[in-house]
Nanobody
Framework: QVQFVESGGGLVQPGGSLRLSCAAS????????MGWYRQAPGKQRELVAS???????NYADSVKGRFTISIDNAKNTMYLQMNSLKPEDTAVYYC??????????WGQGTQVTVSS
């Protein structure tokens, strides 16, 4: 089963930017619809962005216009560029196939904290 390793999180001030990376153990990005998810404390995991192999992307309303999902197939890596970050973006971010069918294996995620 494919494993994912997320990285790039950190502490950033409101209005700042971060770029998250997702490395996969297999060549999965060109096969399945992929997504970035996040889980804030006390909340359910939610899908914030997804992308199909042809590059078609979809975003949750809460991040539309601020986040950009992309894939570099040569590097077998998926990215999430996050701009104009808000405190409510604070969460652990995960990557995986989309949508979540309830049976996915999840990585450790990467913590994003937006705070002044």
């Amino acid at each position: 089963q494919v494993q994912f390793v997320e990285s790039g999180g950190g502490l950033v001030q409101p209005g700042g930017s971060l770029r998250l990376s997702c490395a996969a153990s297999g060549s999965i990005f060109s096969i399945y619809v992929m997504g970035w998810y996040r889980q804030a404390p006390g909340k359910q995991r939610e899908l914030v962005a997804s992308i199909a192999w042809a590059g078609m992307a979809n975003y949750a309303d809460s991040v539309k216009g601020r986040f950009t999902i992309s894939i570099d197939n040569a590097k077998n890596t998926m990215y999430l560029q996050m701009n104009s970050l808000k405190p409510e973006d604070t969460a652990v971010y995960y990557c995986n196939r989309a949508p979540d069918d309830g049976g996915r294996r999840w990585g450790q995620g990467t913590q994003v904290t937006v705070s002044s």
